[in-house]
């Protein structure tokens, strides 16, 4: 701690939050062993992983009305307790957070979250996200912000864990790995809010409708490779009309077919920019993710990067 005071240390603490991206506004009470750590490592340019590490003060973070005005990256960020405990509220949701407890935030929306032990530590794990990369529609999302999701068992552990080990050994993995780990956390996330909507049966009929869509494209998200997978098919399986397929996701803002074609597209450009598949066919990867004609896959790829797949793998580090 050297000859640095304990209230210089905290002041030097709140000017790093206040600027940091998504700003938060802090205010306690340090004791003399007050220390911080923040870290933060960017796994994509649109998915950053940082931790927050903090021992010997009762405080409080807000991110008010203001402040998202003044900054405001437009994402979602979610955050897993890796130990200690703090009282977390947001869009009207919120309670008590502990070790291993998971949340979804906005922060295009206000929150606060309070810590009241002095003596104990916490550590906090939080990865920001476009929110476009979730495989769940916005609507859907935000009837989960700010919810305490249970991350000690299940599904939820498995996610937990995930995002527990990524925040020790990110820094170590190269940038190649990072876009690879970015990819598996996203598709954790989502599958933790997926779970959290089956296991919470929905209560309104606008609720049914939402969670009805989440369903469906997770169905779809394992099921990409198989090239026969169409509305029918996603219809089928979950017992109900294409029709009333076709008009739930329309209500999202998406249809079922653009839906399939993007999520296909995406994982074809992932794997176009990995280094350990440079060598492998370019219709190998197109085939691998349902597409069965090449044609087909190389207008759709250039129709949405704007370069045919072989140039644009050509163009990636």
Known sequence: MGSVSAPERFADYRQRMAHLPVAVDVSGDPAENFQSDVRTVVLDPEVELSVNAIRGCRMIARRTPAM????????????????GRADATHCGRGGRFETSDMGLYDTSQPFEVARAAQTLPAAFAMITFAPGRLAVPRRTAADLMGARLDGRRGVGAVVADFVRRLATESQDCTPADRTRLARSALDLIGVALAHEIDH????????????????????????????????????????????????????????????IR?????????????????????????AQWGFRSDAHFNRAFRTAYGQPPGEWRSTRP
């Open 68 to 83: 998202v005005r003044r900054s405001d990256p437009e994402a979602y960020r979610f955050l897993v307790v890796l130990h």
């Open 200 to 259: 919470e049966p929905p209560r309104t009929t606008e609720a049914w409708r939402r969670s009805m869509v989440t369903r469906a494209q997770h169905f779809i998200e394992s099921h990409l490779g198989d090239p026969a997978l169409d509305p029918a098919t996603v219809a089928a399986a979950h017992h109900i009309s294409v029709r009333l397929l076709h008009k739930l996701f329309e209500e999202a803002g998406i249809s079922v077919a653009d839906w």
């Open 262 to 286: 993007t999520r296909r597209l995406e994982r074809c450009r992932d794997d176009l920019s990995d280094p350990l598949q440079q060598t492998r066919p370019v219709r190998l990867i197109a």
